[in-house]
């Protein structure tokens, strides 16, 4: 089970597009990458999920380039409501029984 | 709605006496799995099921027990509690191998032990 490593916490203002990068340098062929975002006493959110190049949907990019070895989830123009912990995490179809969701990122957005 | 409900929410005891957090989903997800959240330790998973009848540990799997007797429901079980099982747990479902591609966890709202 590919494991990942995301800096442990960042800093922003409302308004400016964050970008969190994950490693996982041995991530697998069958593997996907998948960000949540949990906020306090809460259950981790999915946000969204990618195999290679870029995803996008109505709340966040996923950018990941052609090594795969790394990932990067941008959130454009955060406002406070985004503070929260996001996890990457590295699984697919064949090993998706366990879950790696080390510590995440904790991001904080100040006004 | 679909969702994952977990009860009780919040739950105090004293060491050693028995409980039972259950955990239900309504998305006839082949997979559900059990987490504990520990300030600074992220969330470690303590056992999940791939479907009815099949259970395998996950990272901290000492001293719960779990059993899937039926799709829908995956209840977490503490024998004996102690005090280094206080925490904050979360249960989670997903389609697991009935997924096309990448599996996505939907999680329940949490339950806040306090073991004493």
């Known amino acids: 089970l590919a494991k990942t490593t995301q800096p442990i916490s960042m800093d922003s203002y409302e308004g400016q597009e964050v970008n969190i990068t994950c490693s996982h340098n041995?991530?697998?062929?069958?593997?996907?990458i998948t960000w949540y975002q949990q906020f306090p006493s809460q259950g981790p959110r999915f946000i969204i999920q990618?195999?290679?190049t870029k995803v996008t949907n109505e709340v966040a990019s996923l950018f990941i380039p052609a090594d795969r070895k790394s990932s990067t989830l941008s959130l454009p123009r955060v406002s406070l409501s985004d503070t929260a912990v996001y996890y990457c995490?590295?699984?697919?179809?064949?090993?998706?029984?366990?879950?790696?969701f080390g510590s995440g990122t904790k991001l904080n957005v100040k006004p | 709605e679909a969702q994952v409900t977990q009860n009780p929410r919040y739950l105090i005891t004293v060491t050693g006496k028995k409980l039972t957090v259950t955990c239900s989903q309504n998305?006839?997800?082949?997979?559900m799995s059990w987490y504990r959240q520990d300030p600074g330790l992220g969330l470690r998973q303590i056992y999940y099921?791939?479907?009815?009848?099949?259970?395998d540990k996950g990272d901290v799997p000492e001293g719960y027990k779990v059993s899937r007797k039926e799709k829908r429901n995956f209840p977490l079980i503490l024998e004996s509690p102690s005090p280094n099982q206080t925490s904050l747990y979360f249960c989670?479902?997903?389609?697991?191998?009935?997924?096309?591609?990448?599996?996505?966890?939907?999680f329940g709202p949490g339950t806040r032990l306090t073991v004493l």
């Open positions: 989670a479902s997903s389609l697991g191998q009935t997924a096309i591609a990448g599996d996505t966890q939907y």
């Open positions: 041995n991530i697998a062929t069958n593997d996907y």
């Open positions: 990618g195999y290679k």
């Open positions: 995490l590295v699984g697919g179809v064949y090993n998706f029984n366990k879950f790696y």
């Open positions: 998305m006839n997800h082949e997979y």
């Open positions: 099921s791939m479907n009815v009848e099949v259970t």
